[in-house]
């Protein structure tokens, strides 16, 4: 039976990708003449809520905001060789993967986290919630946890303030990593429980 149910963001908590993600997205915006975003910061404060839903009230262009991520995408499987787990977080997913249910839960595509992650030598089959059908965090949560009642805790850990914005409202105890894309004492502020410095202790709290 499952006693723990653990939720990784995959982008700035399992996946170092922020270079590669601000590189597609800058050539994706100027391949469809958008000017926006023209600064990490820029990138930055679009995962203040759901990424999706602030791309498209920034653009205020629903069909601007999917052209854009589909040209990211066309960019981001052309890097996809060059993404890299985080140090030690190869060593996390395989050992919680045997004491816990783990599922990702991202803006990325499924089919790509897949990749990333074989390319990293994780053959553990872990299941992975993208954006591919549903963009909400919070109903890609509540699907979860419609189907999995069977565990005794379960915790969410990200990276942003828009995943803990997204996720506060279900009965899940949510943590930070210090080693992502906001900063550790935003996601102290927004309602983390705990921040993790290293993914060394990240396993040692679950071991
Ligand atoms: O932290 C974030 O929200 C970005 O990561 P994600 O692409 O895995 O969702």
Not at 7 to 20: E, P, R
Not at 83 to 98: C, H, P
Not at 121 to 133: A, C, M, N
């Amino acid at each position: 039976m499952v006693t723990r149910v653990i939720l990784f963001d995959f982008d700035g908590v399992i996946a170092d990708s922020f270079s590669i993600f601000c590189k597609c997205f800058f050539e994706s915006c100027k391949t469809v003449n958008i000017n926006k975003f023209a600064t990490q910061e820029d990138i930055l404060r679009l995962f203040y809520g759901n990424f999706y839903q602030r791309l498209k009230d920034e653009l205020q262009d629903e069909v601007m905001a999917n052209k854009v991520m589909e040209v990211y995408f066309i960019k981001l499987k052309r890097e996809i060789g060059k993404i890299k787990l985080f140090a030690g977080m190869d060593e996390v997913l395989m050992k919680l993967s045997k004491l816990a249910k783990i599922f990702i839960i991202t803006s990325n595509r499924e089919e790509i986290v897949r990749e990333v992650l074989i390319n990293n030598k994780i053959i553990e089959d872990l299941e992975i919630f993208g954006s591919e059908q549903i963009k909400s965090k919070s109903l890609k949560i509540q699907s979860i946890l419609k189907n999995y009642n069977n565990f005794s805790e379960i915790f969410f850990i990200t990276d942003t303030v828009g995943d803990v914005l997204e996720v506060k409202k279900f009965p899940i105890k949510i943590a930070g990593v210090a080693w992502g894309w906001h900063k550790p004492e935003e996601l102290l502020k927004n309602g983390v429980e705990i921040v993790f410095k290293s993914p060394k202790e990240l396993l040692e709290k679950f071991s």
